[in-house]
């Protein structure tokens, strides 16, 4: 099993709007490549990436019909105010998450 974790609405430190630009283009890239992805966590502010208003909501939607299983951290998503904007997937817990991490063959994190 892959499990996607992604940690952060960008990718990388420094420039925030570079970061977030990066991130679009790397799930872009990830659907592109076909590449079978079973699950994605998403933890603090990566969870904005699943809300309303997301600039990656179609990639996820692909990635989701792929049959990838989004879940976003559901303490990430109050912290931010936006457990009523999520736009897909499903709230998940902190042990959903530790779950995962050890089940799978492979973690990439972004």
Same mark, same amino acid.
């Given at each position: @099993?892959?499990?996607?974790?992604? *940690? %952060?609405?960008? &990718?990388?430190?420094?420039?925030? /709007?570079?970061?977030? $630009?990066? @991130? $679009? ?7 592109? +490549?076909? /590449? ?8 603090? %502010?990566?969870?904005?990436?699943? *809300?309303?208003? %997301? ?6 939607? !692909?990635?989701?019909?792929?049959? +990838?299983?989004? =879940? %976003?951290?559901? =303490? ?7 457990? $009523? $904007? ?6 998940? !817990? @902190?042990?959903? =998450?530790? +779950? ?6 492979? &973690?990439?994190?972004?």
């Amino acid at each position: @099993m892959t499990f996607l974790l992604v *940690t %952060s609405e960008a &990718v990388g430190e420094g420039d925030s /709007e570079l970061g977030r $630009k990066l @991130m $679009k283009g790397f799930l872009a890239r990830l659907v592109e +490549s076909g /590449e079978e992805i079973h699950r994605i966590g998403l933890l603090n %502010s990566g969870v904005r990436l699943t *809300t309303e208003g %997301s600039p990656v909501l179609d990639s996820l939607r !692909t990635l989701e019909g792929r049959g +990838s299983r989004i =879940t %976003s951290c559901i =303490t990430c998503l109050e912290h931010y105010g936006l457990e $009523k $904007k999520l736009a897909i997937g499903e709230p998940g !817990t @902190m042990q959903e =998450t530790v +779950s995962t991490l050890l089940a799978a063959d492979r &973690v990439i994190r972004v």
